[in-house]
């Protein structure tokens, strides 16, 4: 298996962007991938992967070229013969200018990438599939530069604002929170709704799955009581429940996964 991670393209932009090639058996993700209510882009350049959400019993054949964008479900993947893919993620904000439309309708179901931006989707893939190995990110940059060139100084206030809300915005009420970042209760929702498609509060709830993720994973001699109050929940019970709601199975279950994958506190 040959896995590569790159400097990200827009780098206080983009994620990561990475790609894998080689075997199924060695190349496919293993363990779960958390939903962390960010955008990925993936470019099958080899046979496709299936995927499936923790809970589902139907493995379903992704895209060649698609949009995958989880809040709730760990996703788990399988493959056969040779595998070989190109991604990047981004926020649901820069998602949503580079797909130049709010990403309302790729939550939770892998979405062709065609079906959303036309031929352009069809031109990358086949240029990516043509392009030497080491050529692909070069590529895979320019094209997100190009589907970013309408970034603007609102743009990154509203980047801004969902970095904030996800990682640094304490427990509050919407009112408090909205005043706090300069915001009408109101403003703050419409602009969510229109750049990420998702409430104050989900994204509020992402960064604090995703550091108990984070806690699960590196903190083994932490309980889940103890787990759930670094992350603002008042007990076991409480925090239990949402976990599971949003990742479809218990803390106790994701800590003993074999490898898990999900964005981390910057």
């Known amino acids: ?21 080689g075997p199924a058996d060695e190349a496919v993700l293993p363990g779960v991938v958390v939903p962390d209510s960010h955008v990925e882009f993936v470019f099958h350049l080899g046979n496709p992967w299936r995927m499936r959400s923790e809970g589902q019993t139907i493995w379903k054949m992704q895209p060649s070229a698609f949009v995958c964008a989880q809040s709730h479900g ?14 990047f993620r981004v926020s ?8 130049g439309r709010p990403p309302t309708d790729i939550w939770n179901e892998p979405v062709a990438l065609a079906d959303l931006i036309g031929s352009d989707a069809d031109v990358l893939h086949d240029r990516l599939t043509r392009e030497f190995e080491q050529q692909r990110f070069s590529l895979l940059e320019g094209w997100i530069r190009k589907r970013l060139s309408n970034w603007t100084s ?8 969902f970095g904030h809300l996800m990682w640094h915005a304490p427990e509050r009420n919407l ?46 001699r932490l309980g889940v009581t103890e787990i759930a109050a670094h992350v603002g929940f008042f007990d076991h019970a409480a925090f239990t429940h949402s ?22 506190r910057p």
């Open 92 to 99: 649901p904000v820069v998602a949503c200018s580079i797909l």
């Open 175 to 220: 009112a408090t929170l909205s005043k706090h970042l300069g915001w009408s209760a109101r403003g703050l929702r419409r602009v969510l709704a229109n750049a990420a498609a998702l409430s104050p509060k989900d994204v509020q709830l992402a960064g604090r799955h995703l550091d108990a993720c984070a806690l699960l994973r590196d903190q083994p």
């Open 243 to 264: 976990f599971r709601e949003r990742m479809g199975m218990t803390p106790s279950q994701f800590r003993s996964e074999s490898h898990a994958f999900f964005e981390r």
């Open 74 to 87: 760990a996703l788990r993947f399988e493959g056969e013969g040779n595998t070989s893919l190109i991604a």
């Open 1 to 21: 298996m040959d896995m590569v991670v790159a400097e990200p393209a827009h780098s206080s932009l983009v994620k990561a962007v990475w790609s894998v090639a």
């Open 154 to 161: 609102a743009d990154w206030k509203s980047e801004r604002m």
